[in-house]
Nanobody, 120 residues
């Protein structure tokens, strides 16, 4: 199983980006999923998460600007980021707990990270 994050880049303040996270592998389904971010010298922090039954959670700093969503059929997780500010600059990671085959409990996986830079 692999998680592949994409969609990062350079954007001006006030701009938008949409991050995507694709889970690949055989016979899998995403349970809970989330996006984290990390800047140099700081701990990785939770940005947004969504449970399989649709319960969402956002960090206070992104509430109202970021939206997490998912496509369970395609094993995809998205993070729509609007009104970006330089403080949002970080490497963004997707994380998911994934059921594989007929397993009764999920396993945790991390994507490789995608750089988001907000600068004029």
């Amino acid at each position: 199983v692999q998680l592949q994050a994409s969609g990062g880049g350079l954007v001006q303040p006030g701009g938008s980006l949409r991050l995507s996270c694709a889970a690949s592998g055989n016979d899998l389904s995403i349970n809970d999923a989330g996006w984290y971010r990390q800047t140099p010298g700081r701990q990785r922090e939770l940005v947004a998460s969504e449970s399989r039954n649709g319960i969402v959670n956002y960090a206070g700093s992104v509430k109202g600007r970021f939206t997490i969503s998912r496509d369970n059929g395609q094993n995809m997780v998205y993070l729509q980021m609007n009104n970006l500010s330089p403080e949002d600059t970080a490497v963004y990671y997707c994380q998911a707990s994934i059921f594989i085959g007929g397993s009764s409990y999920p396993h945790g996986y991390w994507g490789q990270g995608t750089q988001v830079t907000v600068s004029s």
